[in-house]
DNA sequence: GGAAACTCTGAATGATGCTTCACTTCTTCC
DNA sequence: GGAAGAAGTGAAGCATCATTCAGAGTTTCC
């Protein structure tokens, strides 16, 4: 044994992969998947173009981490809030503000998450993260239903209908960046989402 | 001048250039953008490759026009139903179930235009074509609120919102096609589009 | 210092798929 | 029938990238 990987390089070597994520999540959100080359990826984080291999099998598997890690966070989050203190009606209007106030901070990545083109491994990872977020929607819905607090109704269906409306409402301001207007965007926004849910007006 | 198309001789081009816009449309329902080659494209149409070039300067230009022209027909469509007989909230329940219930009978071709990865040039038109239906929902929207049947509210946010939950509910059944449950579907659909912009419940 | 094992480099390779073009086939008109 | 001109063909050309690999540079350990 002539060579063993020292704990230093072990790091090191993390170190250069985790740097490598977080570029190539910057370069994503910036350019979208689509511009988003290996050379391209490779030159943020300050290596060849070869080096990434060195990290990752292809391409495609750099790209599912990167989503994977930016989603994860934001289903997390969003786990966080819906499940948290307060009854069901509350905790989705504070859902549906964390939502849109993070994905309105770093439109770049919401787009990519949510609804810009890309590669069929992304794509299917990007089903994948719908579907959790529809699942947390839906629990607040059938808990608020459970208690009285929303109609009948089909819970997945206003779920999938409160992860569309968000990225549809969030997509298009992306176009035309208006600072002032997060405020308004917001209020209307939880304020549809309530009506959607059934919740009776004026609730939060 | 030795050479002056016929009649019959236009009439004929005219036709083979709408049966390979019509022969892409299906493709492109079939197997979606980025898998419709100019190839698997001209040998549905029963032409050469080559040949595409006869009618458009590039395949964008081709992807263009197949999806203005299906983009086109479906915001013609809901236009007509939101702009017909009947009450605000009457009609917008019948533009969400139009909407709806052609989505749900060309699965493929719906998937395409609202949110099958294309290339950028297609991205554009679809902006565009979300831009159309927010603008009609919108519009309805309003004269729900000036009729005094709907509660104050930002039409463009609600008509967004709108525009997003159909496609978010209708994407996923392309997955596991069910067909029995498509009434159901639609009624649920429906009463939450309805409860989306304050309408009273059970008014359609 | 030096051998072994590893990381890093970046130009070459290879695959994919749009586009072109020399050629063939068809249509028009005398 | 035949010349002129257009449409149709499909294989070659070309561009774009992901991926590989032979060699250079580093790190480890005796």
Chains 1, 2 share one sequence.
Not at 53 to 66: I, N
Not at 98 to 106: G, H, K, M, P
Not at 164 to 192: F, K, S
């Amino acid at each position: 044994m002539a060579y063993r990987k020292t704990p230093a390089e072990i790091r090191r070597l993390e170190a250069a992969r985790e740097r490598l994520v977080a570029c190539a999540t910057a370069v994503v959100a910036d350019v979208g998947w689509s511009q988003a080359s290996v050379t391209a990826v490779a030159d943020s984080a300050g290596i060849a173009a070869g080096s990434v291999y060195q990290h990752f099998p292809s391409k495609a598997a750099l790209a599912v981490e990167v989503f994977r890690r930016a989603a994860g966070r934001e289903v997390d989050v969003l786990g966080d809030v819906l499940s948290g203190p307060g009854d069901p009606v509350e905790r989705l209007a504070r859902g549906i503000e964390v939502f849109a106030r993070r994905a309105l901070e770093n439109r770049g990545l919401a787009y990519a998450l949510l609804a810009a083109p890309a590669e069929p491994a992304v794509g299917a990872e990007r089903l994948d993260f719908r579907r959790r977020y529809r699942a947390l929607f839906a629990e607040v819905v059938r808990e608020g239903m459970a208690a009285g607090l929303l109609p009948a109704q089909d819970g997945e269906i206003t779920a999938a209908a409160l992860t569309g409306a968000i990225g549809e409402v969030l997509v298009d301001p992306l176009g035309a960046p208006e600072e002032d207007a997060t405020g308004a965007l917001l209020a209307e926004l939880t304020a549809m989402a309530l009506r959607c849910a059934g919740a009776p007006a004026a609730s939060a």
